[in-house]
T-cell receptor
Framework: AQSVAQPEDQVNVAEGNPLTVKCTYS??????LFWYVQYPNRGLQFLLK??????LVKGSYGFEAEFNKSQTSFHLKKPSALVSDSALYFC??????????????FGTGTRLQVTL | NAGVTQTPKFQVLKTGQSMTLQCAQD?????MYWYRQDPGMGLRLIYY???????DKGEVPNGYNVSRLNKREFSLRLESAAPSQTSVYFC??????????????FGDGTRLSIL
C-alpha cells in the first residue's frame, strides 16, 4: 500500500518570504513523487517530479522540492512567495515500476495563502 | 492544444437519476483515470484504464461504471445517483510503458450535485 500525508491544511506566508509545504510518503519500494497545484475551478496542474538522481528537483514557477529518503519526505519550497502562488497544493506518490499505469495516491492537499 | 476535455462542466441531478460524464484526451496517452475530489479528502481514484480495452477498479468504485470507448475517450457512468456522489469529478491521462514516469494530465472537472 502507498500513502501520502500533508500535515498542514493551510500555510500562510507573506509575499517575498520563503515558503515550505510539507509532504511525507509511505511506499513499499522506490517512489516516484509529484507535486501538483490547483487554482479555483480548475484541474490539477503538474509542478515537478522526483524520479531518480538529484534529490533537489526544480519545477515550474520557481518551485523546487527536496527528496529525503531517510525521512520519507518531499517538501515543496520556493525562496520568495508571490500572491499569485495562493492555491491548493497536492503531493502524490506511486511505485517506481515502469510499464504500468501511473496509479497515484494523493495527499489531502494544503492551501497556500500568500498575503501582501 | 486542448489536452483533457471533460463534459459537462456542471450538472445537477435528482436522486436515482442516471448520468454519464464524458472525457477525451488528444495527447495519444494510453492510460486514463477518473477521480473524485471531496473537501479534506484529496483526490480518490474511482476507476482507471491502463490501456485501450482494459478497465480496473480504484479506491472508491461502488456506484460507478466506466467505458473505455477508444484510446481517446473514457466515460464514467452513475446508474442511480445518490447524494453521497455529490463531488467534483476529474479525468486524467498519462503515457504508459517507457514513459510511465511522466505526470498525469488533468481536465478541469465536472461539478456534480445530487439532490
Amino acid at each position: 500500500a502507498q500513502s501520502v500525508a500533508q500535515p498542514e491544511d493551510q500555510v500562510n506566508v507573506a509575499e517575498g518570504n520563503p515558503l515550505t509545504v510539507k509532504c511525507t510518503y509511505s511506499v513499499s519500494g522506490n517512489p516516484y513523487l509529484f507535486w501538483y497545484v490547483q487554482y479555483p475551478n480548475r484541474g490539477l496542474q503538474f509542478l515537478l517530479k522526483y524520479i531518480t538522481g538529484d534529490n533537489l528537483v526544480k519545477g515550474s514557477y520557481g518551485f523546487e522540492a527536496e527528496f529525503n529518503k531517510s525521512q520519507t519526505s518531499f517538501h515543496l519550497k520556493k525562496p520568495s512567495a508571490l500572491v499569485s502562488d495562493s492555491a491548493l497544493y497536492f503531493c502524490a506518490v506511486r511505485l517506481s515500476i515502469t510499464g504500468t499505469a501511473s496509479k497515484l495516491t494523493f495527499g489531502t492537499g494544503t492551501r497556500l495563502q500568500v498575503t501582501l | 492544444n486542448a489536452g483533457v476535455t471533460q463534459t459537462p462542466k456542471f450538472q445537477v441531478l435528482k436522486t436515482g437519476q442516471s448520468m454519464t460524464l464524458q472525457c477525451a484526451q488528444d495527447m495519444n496517452h494510453n492510460s486514463m483515470y477518473w477521480y473524485r475530489q471531496d473537501p479534506g479528502m484529496g483526490l480518490r481514484l474511482i476507476y482507471y484504464s491502463a490501456s485501450e480495452g482494459t478497465t480496473d477498479k480504484g479506491e472508491v468504485p461502488n456506484g460507478y461504471n466506466v467505458s473505455r470507448l477508444n484510446k481517446r475517450e473514457f466515460s464514467l457512468r452513475l446508474e442511480s445517483a445518490a447524494p453521497s456522489q455529490t463531488s467534483v469529478y476529474f479525468c486524467a491521462s498519462s503515457p504508459r510503458g517507457a514513459q510511465s514516469n511522466q505526470p498525469q494530465h488533468f481536465g478541469d472537472g465536472t461539478r456534480l450535485s445530487i439532490l
